[in-house]
């Protein structure tokens, strides 16, 4: 099977012209968080800022979006009220979603009834690229699925999603049926859109540590945002979030978290 090299920077990544503006690379949006969860969305939009997006906004419930805004000065937080995302805010998302160039769905959203039910109704109408990720594939239906939708599940995700065992054949079939992109997360990442399927073999066991495919995630985001397309930007994401893995776990070993993941993306470039 073909593998994910650094080629693929250089193929997603242009010279930038020294009459480049604001907003010309893209603004994404990240839906996410709860109560509990603040880190995973968290760590969508600073993947997205790492990997070139001009602007980030993320919308989650009052205390995710708090806890964000006071985190850096980079990312623009709006709080929604409650503690979940719920059927109530699908107005705000909406509004928020029209500014976007591509969205990043599900880190840490939990999965209350009416946050699926939420999570359903938006992306039936968004007409944006999106990243559907973690509680967000809890939520959806294979129907639900979109020809613009790259899917990152790990296998467990998309033997719920599916019914079918997380195996190649399977997962080219579900993405050639539904026309999208799936990036199923694995010791060798699988990436298909059903016609073409590549594996990275970037990324490493410490990795296993919370947060750093919510990096992924937002790193693909970005690129959705940036005009790359689904196939391409889900290879760049594996690669570039997997390498970035692998330079700190040679520093950090046990000890590495996401934020070190997220600190040597610049290494990558």
């Not at 209350?112 to 109408?125: D, G, I, M, S, W």
């Not at 967000?136 to 065992?165: C, M, Q, T, Y």
Request: charged share 25%; hydrophobic share 40%.
């Amino acid at each position: 099977m073909p593998v994910v090299t650094r080629d693929i920077i250089k193929k997603v990544y242009k010279k930038r012209k020294l009459e480049a503006h604001k907003y010309q690379f893209g603004v994404v949006l990240v839906i996410g968080g709860s109560k509990l969860y603040h880190g995973s969305p968290l760590f969508n939009a600073m993947g997205a800022y790492r990997a070139g997006a001009d602007l980030v906004i993320t919308l989650s419930p009052e205390r995710a979006a708090n806890l964000m805004a006071s985190y850096s000065p980079d990312l623009i937080t709006y709080p929604l009220s409650g503690d979940y995302l719920e059927e109530r805010h699908l107005k705000v998302l909406e509004k928020f979603s029209e500014k976007a160039d591509a969205i990043v769905i599900g880190g840490g959203l939990g999965c209350e009834k009416k946050t699926r039910e939420a999570v359903r109704k938006f992306l039936k109408v968004t007409e944006k690229p999106v990243v559907v990720d973690a509680d967000a594939l809890h939520a959806i239906r294979p129907s639900d699925v979109k020809a613009n939708f790259v899917l990152k599940p790990h296998s467990a995700e998309f033997r719920a999603l599916s019914g079918l065992k997380p195996i190649k054949k399977n997962v080219e079939k579900f993405a050639k049926k539904h026309k999208c992109v799936i990036l199923l997360s694995h010791s060798k990442d699988i990436i298909t859109n059903g016609k073409e399927t590549l594996e990275n073999w970037t990324g490493n066991p410490y990795m296993t540590v919370g947060g750093t495919g919510d990096i992924l995630a937002g790193i693909c985001a970005s690129l959705l945002a940036q005009g790359t397309s689904p196939m391409d930007a889900a290879c760049a994401a594996a690669y570039i979030n997997g390498m970035a893995g692998d330079l700190a776990a040679k520093v950090k070993k046990q000890a590495l978290t996401a934020s070190d993941v997220l600190n040597y993306i610049e290494k990558v470039f």
